[in-house]
């Protein structure tokens, strides 16, 4: 009789989905410590939170990003039994569009809030660019005054020094898209796919700079890598205010208006525009924010289609060495505006909103790249396991170190092996070490190796300054905490004259 053979079991493969990541220990800490220091900022300016469902339905997410014909392109969206579509939601604006139209008879008018927690995006994934990611947002829903715009500013200027980026190593810029919009009236376009395409020629300044978008809004350039790219077409006369416009950043917020005014002409929308620049600048300027930290710059042109006004974006100056080694400026991490017409699909009434969204992992990315945030804070003290008949006496080591505010853990694996606890407590970053053996129970005391300090010693120190700097120690078992917090905040010190 043939032997039967044995089904051969597919096993799933052990693998991330592609655009997607998984964030260990020191990385959640990181983003969980700056996501309270930018809730601190937001807080102290009046800003309520808000955790919205991560769902939505397809209808109430609207327009999705990025702007495609292909129904529910952009989005992670599913179909009901009823037949009705869900998404998750690819920002944290749209869900505060429908929860503004939902309770707004309860909620105060304005309405601040913000809100913090990922989002997805049905997009090609690449090199540092993720279907999932952090956001940020702090929005004013129902203020008209552009004194809201001029406060979003001022806040996310805020919260950039709050989270470690000191002033000089960032700006935040802002434009308005009512004087863009003034410039395009007087130009005589052909309908709008031209102007369509006009403005993502516009969207291309920061890339190709000045000489780059007059040839784009003409015949047409050779792009890097030698392809030639058809222009708009535009006359030399017609391509003059978008290049007048592009080119209006002066040395200060006056001479920038004075230059913008010129550009938009006669249009009265765009004059409306220069006006509210004019009211933010001089809103901030009355609060002590300088051109050091606060800019008027014509080139900020950010999602022509969603923004009805002011529009702001921060940038960090800074530079950093890109995969190749070559050094190029960091580039945006927040960028916001005026958003007027959100609500008004829901409401059927133009409700007036502004706020801003900051890239949390982006900017958790700058402050790694400037040494800014430690790449992993200590780990637990460890309590060793010498026999394993005395587990209770362990537990009761590490309940007095946690009691006392000590994070710290008994060593759980095999304990036969003494290195090998060793090697656990080196994993897991652990500043000290407990060890209590029969001999040291006997006399009553517990020895502690400061693992940190061994470390920077093996690393570091001359045979002399090891000598005089024992990794190990002995103390009473009665001065455990005490001994425990005063070696780890001796680590700390070091480390950081380090």
Known sequence: MAKEKKKKIRRPRAETPKGFRDYFGAEVEERGD??????????????????????????????????????????????????GWLALRYDLTAPLARVYAQYRNDLPTPYRRYAMGPVWRNEKPGPGRFRQF????????????????????????????????????????????KVLNGVLEGMGLEGDEQRDAVLRTIDKFDKVGEAGVRALLGKGRLDASG???????????????????????????????????????????????VDELEQIAALLEAQGYGTDRIIIDPSVVRGLGYYTGPVFEAELTFEILDEKGRKRQFGSVAGGGRYDDLVKRFTGQAVPATGVSIGVDRLLAALRAKGRVKGGDAGPVVVTVMDRDRMADYQAMVAELRNAGIRAEV?????RNFGNQMKYADKRNSPVAVIEGE?????????????????????EATHEE?????????????????????????????????
């Open 411 to 415: 060593y759980l694996g095999n304990p």
């Open 439 to 459: 001999d040291e129970r006997a006399r009553g005391v517990v020895q502690l190796k400061d693992l940190a300090l061994g470390a920077r010693l093996a690393a």
């Open 466 to 498: 090891w000598k005089a700097q024992p990794a190990q120690i002995e103390v009473a078992r009665t001065d455990l905490v005490q001994a425990v917090r005063k070696m780890i905040a001796q680590g700390i010190t070091q480390g950081d004259e380090g």
């Open 134 to 177: 952090y956001q940020c947002d702090a929005d004013t829903v129902g203020a008209p005054t552009v004194a809201a715009d001029a406060e979003i500013c001022a806040m996310l200027a805020d919260t950039l020094e709050v989270v470690g980026i000191p002033r000089g190593d960032y700006v935040v810029r802002i434009n308005n898209r």
């Open 34 to 83: 700056m996501l309270r220091k930018i809730a601190g900022v937001y807080h102290r300016y009046g800003f309520d939170p808000l955790e919205s469902s991560a769902v939505e339905t397809v209808e109430a997410l609207g327009k999705f990003l990025p702007d495609v014909d292909r129904p529910n392109e952009g989005v992670f969206a599913w179909q009901e039994e009823d037949g």
């Open 227 to 273: 392809a030639y790219i058809d222009g708009v077409g535009l006359s030399d006369d017609q391509a003059a205010p978008v290049l007048a416009f592009l080119t209006s950043r002066a040395e200060d917020a006056g001479a920038t208006l004075a230059n913008l005014r010129a550009a938009v002409g006669q249009s009265v929308v765009g004059a409306e525009g």
